[in-house]
T-cell receptor, first 114, second 112 residues
Framework: DQQVKQNSPSLSVQEGRISILNCDYT??????FLWYKKYPAEGPTFLIS?????DKNEDGRFTVFLNKSAKHLSLHIVPSQPGDSAVYFC?????????????FGKGTLLTVNP | IAGITQAPTSQILAAGRRMTLRCTQD?????MYWYRQDLGLGLRLIHY???????GKGEVPDGYSVSRANTDDFPLTLASAVPSQTSVYFCASRQGLDYGYTFGSGTRLTVV
């Protein structure tokens, strides 16, 4: 049973345009959400996060939106740059647990074309 | 440079052999994790440790064991490797409740 779903395996956008990566979750206990970026042959790196008490968090070109009623979050990258080309993982956590472990989606490969 | 070091970077291992993947961090993080990444399956948690001396099972623990004798080291052992354990293995640690994990660069393991 996949609790965090990224239904788009890949996304291709033009440089300068907006990239929107989507993520859905099924576990209503999740209260903290994160996005990670992963380049080939490297470990994932933390990008941005959002607590369930917020509906938006912004950091430079990256904005994450959370819709709790729909159990949906999205990552917006504006403007997209070729260096943003990577696999993006959505992750979720339940802070009431004893280990704060993250549950990851399968990832979306973003390609930004020059 | 502070971070997580994983070794080896890659390994080809004969089925049935025992192997330990090493993970060391110098950030004094209490919590550490082992994930495996497989194409089409994302990152799946194998084992975790909230603090030195404690460990717990993740989603896919079978065939793997871990130990946490001190804060810095969190080795992952495959007692008798099987081809289905071919994967990229990532070690991670966590700083605090509102911070994400810090990941190592991974170990690419091929079991033949």
């Amino acid at each position: 049973d996949q609790q965090v779903k990224q239904n788009s395996p890949s996304l291709s956008v033009q440089e300068g345009r907006i990239s929107i990566l989507n993520c859905d979750y099924t576990n209503s206990m999740f209260d903290y959400f994160l996005w990670y970026k992963k380049y080939p042959a490297e470990g994932p790196t933390f990008l941005i996060s959002i607590s369930s008490i917020k509906d938006k968090n912004e950091d430079g070109r990256f904005t994450v939106f959370l819709n709790k009623s729909a159990k949906h979050l999205s990552l917006h990258i504006v403007p997209s740059q070729p260096g943003d080309s990577a696999v993006y993982f959505c992750a979720a956590r339940w802070s009431g647990g004893s280990n704060y472990k993250l549950t990851f989606g399968k990832g979306t490969l973003l390609t930004v074309n020059p | 440079i502070a971070g997580i070091t994983q070794a080896p970077t890659s390994q080809i291992l004969a089925a049935g052999r025992r192997m330990t993947l090493r993970c060391t961090q110098d950030m004094r993080h209490n919590a550490m994790y082992w994930y495996r990444q497989d194409l089409g399956l994302g990152l799946r948690l194998i084992h975790y440790s909230n603090t030195a001396g404690t460990t717990g099972k993740g989603e896919v623990p079978d065939g793997y064991s871990v130990s946490r004798a001190n804060t810095d080291d969190f080795p992952l052992t495959l007692a008798s490797a099987v081809p289905s354990q071919t994967s990229v293995y990532f070690c991670a640690s966590r700083q605090g409740l509102d911070y994400g994990y810090t990941f190592g660069s991974g170990t690419r393991l091929t079991v033949v």
